[in-house]
């Protein structure tokens, strides 16, 4: 591995703790709660190694979510008791290699970069996650980097 990319890893890793297990992903185009986090991800983490971390959200998580994090009652508004069911039974633990397409969208619930010329990446693309981090009070939606490819 090249001096620079064992570097920015590090760098990295000082900087960003990545999405803590616990922590609820969102679609990134209509913010619709997808998955919990079964385990902590972290910044570098190949895409494929990924897959195993998330459970489907449950019906209690959305119901939760929507009590507690105002963004997401906002999104989910006009859904009712049965449009929760329905969700939770669509929704399906991602396998790796599988496309990260939203079931509610049908876009893409990750938001993906090409690096740019000053960045030191080895990969061709990274991808970015919207989480709620565990126990969110108020809205702190975050994102941060993980290695796609």
């Not at 990750?110 to 693309?125: C, H």
Request: proline share 9%; net charge positive.
């Amino acid at each position: 591995m090249r001096a620079g990319m064992v570097a920015a890893i590090a760098a990295a890793q000082q900087e960003s703790e990545g999405y803590p297990k616990g922590s609820t992903v969102l679609c990134a185009q209509c913010f619709t709660p997808l998955f919990t986090l079964t385990r902590t991800i972290t910044p570098g983490e190949k895409a494929n190694r990924t897959a195993s971390a998330y459970r489907p959200v449950t019906v209690h998580d959305i119901r939760r979510l929507r009590r507690d994090v105002p963004g997401v009652a906002a999104a989910l508004k006009l859904w009712t008791s049965a449009d929760e069911i329905a969700h939770e039974a669509r929704l399906e633990a991602p396998a790796s290699g599988s496309p990260a397409v939203c079931p509610c969208c049908q876009k893409s619930f990750v938001q993906v970069f090409a690096p740019g010329a000053d960045e030191v990446i080895d990969q061709a693309y990274t991808w970015r996650l919207v989480t709620i981090p565990p126990l969110a009070g108020p809205l702190p939606v975050r994102s941060s980097e993980v290695q796609f490819g």
